[in-house]
């Protein structure tokens, strides 16, 4: 009905950048909130940021002036730039998103996730 996918992962070296790009689509009313969330192996699943419709981010710690999270509203779209990565980035990124659905002129907000891009920073 909806469905997240992510894209942009992959391998980078200490120092380098990557974006990721998540997109939503199906039945779609409208989105609310949008995060990413990474997961590292034998770690348990933490958020590095969000953001609301209206544009305001939120960033963990670690992430904050490294990271930058955007979306475009229009293309369902919300994206995350990271700079200077280092090993500790390593995870499987996750996309969410508060997405709103209509059912019989009702609205529904559903927690939609995606299935996850892995970014692997490494020499």
């Known amino acids: 009905q909806v469905q997240l996918v992510e894209s942009g992962g992959g391998l980078v070296q200490p120092g380098g950048s990557l974006r990721l790009s998540c997109a939503a689509s199906g039945n779609i009313f409208l989105i609310d909130d949008m995060g990413w969330y990474r997961q590292a192996p034998g770690k348990q699943r933490e958020l590095v940021a969000t953001i609301t419709r209206a544009g305001n981010p939120n960033y963990r710690d670690s992430a904050k002036g490294r990271f930058t999270i955007s979306r475009d509203n229009a293309k369902n779209t919300v994206y995350l730039q990271m700079n200077n990565l280092n090993p500790e980035d390593t995870a499987v990124y996750y996309c969410?998103?508060?997405?709103?659905?209509?059912?019989?002129?009702?609205?529904?907000?559903?927690?939609?996730w995606g299935q996850g891009t892995l970014v692997t920073v490494s020499s």
């Open positions: 969410n998103a508060g997405v709103g659905i209509l059912v019989e002129d009702l609205l529904r907000v559903l927690e939609v």
